[in-house]
Nanobody, 123 residues
Framework: QVTLVESGGGLVQAGGSLRLSCAAS????????MAWFRQAPGKEREFAAAISGSGGSTWYKDSVKGRFTISRDNAKDTVYLQMNSLKPEDTAVYYCAATYSSRWLETQEYDYWGQGTQVTVSF
């Protein structure tokens, strides 16, 4: 039984920062890719950021590049998303996901999901 638990969401003013955390339990993902997705009201879920198993490679959606940083602590089986300079359009439910696949930039490869954490950015 794999469990991914997100935390750190909340309400913040535009320009502010939040740090999301995702802790894995049940099975380790210490050497496997993990990612953050987000889903805004009325929109499809989208791929926001991903990190390779070693942490040496990362990928970001264009609209968050330079503002978001994904990182991981493999000793704690935890992945983070530091979000700076937040904008109202970043408002969404943010989901942590993990995969044992090597095709870590392909959305459909992510099989394990957290329950999501709400991020709301006010004007």
């Amino acid at each position: 039984q794999v469990t991914l638990v997100e935390s750190g969401g909340g309400l913040v003013q535009a320009g502010g920062s939040l740090r999301l955390s995702c802790a894995a339990s049940g099975r380790t993902f210490r050497r496997y890719p993990m990612a953050w997705f987000r889903q805004a009201p009325g929109k499809e879920r989208e791929f926001a950021a991903a990190i390779s198993g070693s942490g040496g490679s990362t990928w970001y959606k264009d609209s968050v590049k330079g503002r978001f940083t994904i990182s991981r602590d493999n000793a704690k089986d935890t992945v983070y998303l530091q979000m700076n300079s937040l904008k109202p359009e970043d408002t969404a439910v943010y989901y942590c996901a993990a995969t044992y696949s090597s095709r870590w930039l392909e959305t459909q490869e992510y099989d394990y999901w957290g329950q999501g954490t709400q991020v709301t950015v006010s004007f």
